[in-house]
């Protein structure tokens, strides 16, 4: 783990990043972002080797670090910075709790796009609640009947990486809660979250879509992908 003071720590990392910033690549990163968020125009793969470099030179974070160095990189503007605050919670998500789940959701809430809202809701969230079922009552099950879509959408993709551990009934319920929206942000993660769960239980999604009536058309061909590739009757 890091060896060195936390404001250090950050300043190191802002540094990193600012003097690699790409100004060829920033305004097309900006445009698919619909120009919602500044950019420095360091793309993906890069970004992830800057920080794979980072963490050999540094260290990973401390876990007592995460929240005040998330909050932090949560407070830069470019965009980089917020998928940089992503991967320290990556580092110790398998250590993490139900604790942990209100700072989630202010995180859900804070500077939200699809980008970052669709890493937290399976790969932070979903891994937390595969371990504490017991919180799902509190976090995605108030979540879906917010007016926040964004944390609406993270409900039905929470269980996105879960595969046979899923709970068909609570995913179907929480489609059912939603359905009538017109936010394509939500048509579109009901439909993704049933494409994902009919690689494991095709019947079950299959006949949940076509018995379900009022389901957007987007959700339902979303849905349906996956078994119209495998050639089942839909």
Known sequence: ????PL???QNELIDLFRTNRNEWNREPMENYMRNHFSFLGIK?????????RFFVEYGKPERDWIKPLVTFLYTQPE???HYAALAMIDVHIMKLDAEWLPFLEELISTNSWWDTVDHIAPHHVGAILLREKASIEDFPDRWV???????QRSAILFQL?????????????????TKGSREFFIQKAIGWALREYSK??????????????????LSRREGLKHLARRGMEV
């Open 7 to 9: 404001e250090r720590y």
């Open 44 to 52: 993906s793969p890069e970004r992830k080797e800057f920080l794979k």
């Open 145 to 151: 009947e917010s007016e926040n879509f964004w944390l």
């Open 161 to 177: 990486k879960y595969k046979s551990k899923t709970d068909a009934e609570k995913l179907f319920s929480y489609i059912e809660a």
């Open 200 to 217: 494991t239980a095709p019947a079950k999604v299959r006949s949940f879509i076509n018995s379900t009536e009022d389901l957007a058309p």
């Open 1 to 4: 783990m890091a060896s060195i």
């Open 79 to 81: 965009r980089e910075f």
